[in-house]
């Protein structure tokens, strides 16, 4: 059964620091790029962060460049968001997302969490 579990949600003073994890389960991680997601309220869901299979290649929103680092570790199943300086702005539902390129059917095969809710407030 497939799984993303994520965890390190909660909140956190602006300018304060947190780390989310996800671990997945079901599925051949190491060749998924994983990509973590947030829906604020009112707002679109947009995606923050992405990494490739390998770790070699990382992409971010602008908003988080500078602040938020994606990683992961593919023995342990586990990608995580590193997000550092955080700010009001940053409060959402961030969803760990795993997907993998179906080329032949010109589509993706998606997995996501639950989501976990990252608040940022004095």
């Known amino acids: 059964q497939v799984q993303l579990v994520e965890s390190g949600g909660g909140l956190v003073q602006p300018g304060g620091s947190l780390r989310l994890s996800c671990t997945a389960s079901?599925?051949?991680?190491?060749?998924?790029?994983m990509n973590w997601y947030r829906q604020a309220p009112g707002k679109e869901r947009e995606l923050v962060a992405t990494?490739?299979?390998?770790?070699?290649?990382?992409n971010y929103a602008d908003s988080v460049k500078g602040r938020f680092t994606i990683s992961r570790d593919n023995a342990k199943n586990t990608v995580y968001l590193q997000m550092n300086s955080l700010k009001p702005e940053d409060t959402a539902v961030y969803y760990c997302?795993?997907?993998?390129?179906?080329?032949?059917?010109?589509?993706?095969?998606?997995?996501w969490g639950q989501g976990t809710q990252v608040t940022v407030s004095s």
């Open positions: 990494i490739t299979g390998t770790g070699g290649s990382t």
């Open positions: 997302n795993a997907q993998r390129w179906i080329v032949a059917l010109a589509t993706t095969r998606d997995y």
């Open positions: 079901g599925f051949t991680f190491s060749i998924y790029v």
